[in-house]
């Protein structure tokens, strides 16, 4: 079993940054793939960025390139996301999610989801 726990989200103005933090744990997170999907109000979840358990392989949506960098520090057992020049369309909880292999994340198969943090940016 895996547990994810996202942190670091909150309220930011358009233009701002923040770093979400997915803490992991279970001593079958070794080897994973990490991936943050965001679900806005009345939308599905959409993949947001992937990273493979050594961090040589990334993947990103369209919509973040050039925005947001994931990253992990696997001594910590955490992957982070930061997203900077944030948009109201970047709103969203934002979940991080795990699987044991990589596949570049997009087609959102997690084994392993975290509860969730809300990003919140205003115009």
């Known amino acids: 079993q895996v547990q994810l726990v996202e942190s670091g989200g909150g309220l930011v103005q358009a233009g701002g940054s923040l770093r979400l933090s997915c803490a992991a744990s279970?001593?079958?997170?070794?080897?994973?793939?990490v991936g943050w999907v965001r679900q806005a109000p009345g939308k599905e979840r959409e993949f947001v960025a992937a990273?493979?358990?050594?961090?040589?392989?990334?993947n990103y949506a369209e919509s973040v390139k050039g925005r947001f960098t994931i990253s992990r520090d696997n001594l910590k057992n955490t992957v982070y996301l930061q997203m900077d020049s944030l948009e109201p369309e970047d709103t969203a909880v934002y979940y991080c999610?795990?699987?044991?292999?990589?596949?570049?994340?997009?087609?959102?198969?997690?084994?392993?989801w975290g509860q969730g943090t809300q990003v919140t940016v205003s115009s």
């Open positions: 279970g001593r079958t997170f070794s080897g994973s793939a």
């Open positions: 990273i493979s358990w050594s961090g040589g392989s990334l």
């Open positions: 999610a795990a699987n044991s292999y990589y596949s570049g994340g997009a087609s959102l198969t997690y084994k392993y």
